[in-house]
């Protein structure tokens, strides 16, 4: 892979930075940035390693929109210069002295949009690139992303990159004006932690109907999604595949100041940082219900698969031990045929945390129609503490 390390820093570096939202111009032009930020960089993901060279990337990822304000045909350059700050070391050294265009690419009366397959090999007919980069510290990066223990991904560190655009003419008089994008610097992260800290265990009982998830992530947001746990799955996964969510909330852990904590809302409102995209539909005391914690991780337009924890918790019932005597006496005292009507009129529901069926955990629903199936053979029922 003789070019590709070059290839990637140019590219890697030129699509890793964050700009700032307003504007560059000068007299001719106007250059306006957008761009996705993203968590981390996985060579594995971005590396065609039959081709050889970097994998496009989306459109949508990162594009420079050059608006022609001259009204007659502009040529233009580009130049740029990068520097890497490793976590490990703390020091800042270049890695790209000069990458520039080696000639001037035109920018007509109607504007170009510029976006990250420009960059590459072959991936403008009227745009070529020409970079000069440190090797030592380019033989560091490769090995580093080569480790099995890297997971392909670039390490940690900041990345720095200056950007100038030159106008070169206009209408084809000679015109030579500099001016720079201006760029803030970047910090890459690895992100290998999202978990859910509460609930901690599957069958964890919350006492409220609005529960309270605690979570520990490095991931640039977190998603989180609540579905019921019914009685015909046979798994946590059955209930997410099978049902719709009851809350669906995504996190940005940015926007949202670092959150790591989320009570089950009483509204669909958002607020900043905190988008909601299903729900919420009440819970209900006394059901078992799942909730799926995923962590979402980027990488310059591909979807890395998040990291996921699943829980169940239960919302508890105080009356369960009261619906339970009812039933002992009902049962007792020969009205069964009359225990569904006499629960349905008192308008409560059973605590699932206390029926056990053969040592087994059933809903109402459940005991319902265990009642219901068996009533002819049914002798006798008793509670146990």
């Not at 990822?61 to 233009?76: D, K």
């Not at 109402?364 to 129609?369: G, N, R, V």
Request: no cysteine; proline share 7%.
């Amino acid at each position: 892979m003789k070019h590709f390390l070059t290839n990637s820093i140019i590219s890697l570096f030129f699509f890793s930075v964050s700009l700032f939202s307003q504007p560059s111009q000068s007299r001719y032009i106007t250059v306006v940035p957008t761009i996705t930020d993203a968590d981390i960089i996985n060579a594995a993901s971005l590396v065609d390693p039959l081709a050889e060279k970097i994998k496009p990337f989306s459109p949508n990822t990162f594009s420079l929109r050059i608006i022609n304000t001259a009204n007659a045909p502009v040529y233009a350059s580009i130049s740029l210069k990068a520097w890497v700050t490793l976590e490990e070391d703390r020091q800042r050294e270049p890695i790209v002295y000069d990458a520039h265009t080696k000639h001037p690419f035109l920018i007509p009366v109607q504007g170009k949009l510029f976006t990250s397959a420009d960059v590459q090999d072959g991936g403008a007919d009227d745009i070529s690139w020409s970079s000069s980069v440190n090797e030592e510290l380019k033989t560091k990066l490769k090995n580093k992303i080569t480790d099995p223990l890297s997971g392909g991904r670039v390490p940690s560190g900041i990345y720095e990159i200056e950007m100038l655009f030159r106008v070169d003419s206009v209408n084809g008089q000679y015109i030579g004006e500099t001016f720079s994008v201006p760029i803030r610097p970047i910090t890459v992260t690895n992100p290998s932690t999202a978990i859910l800290d509460i609930p901690f265990e599957n069958g964890y009982e919350y006492p409220t109907p609005f529960p309270q998830f605690q979570w520990t992530y490095d991931t640039r947001a977190v998603e989180l999604s609540v579905f019921e746990l019914r009685p015909e799955h046979a798994s946590l996964e059955d209930a997410i595949s099978g049902t719709t969510p009851y809350l669906r909330v995504r996190i940005d852990r940015k926007l949202s100041g670092n959150l790591r904590t989320y009570t089950y809302p009483q509204s669909p409102a958002s607020r900043p940082g905190i988008e909601i995209l299903a729900g919420p539909r009440q819970l209900e005391r006394g059901k078992v219900y799942v909730v799926v914690l995923d962590g979402i991780r980027t990488a310059f337009g591909f979807t890395v698969e998040p990291l996921r924890t699943i829980r169940s918790f239960v919302v508890a019932d105080p009356q369960g031990k009261v619906v339970m005597n009812v039933l002992e006496n009902i049962l007792s005292s020969g009205q069964y045929n009359n225990i569904i009507s006499t629960l349905q009129n008192q308008n409560i529901i059973i605590n699932t945390n206390s029926i056990f069926l053969n040592g087994i955990k059933i809903s109402t629903q459940d005991l319902q129609k265990v009642l219901t199936d068996n009533k002819d053979r049914i002798v006798s029922v008793r509670t146990e503490d």
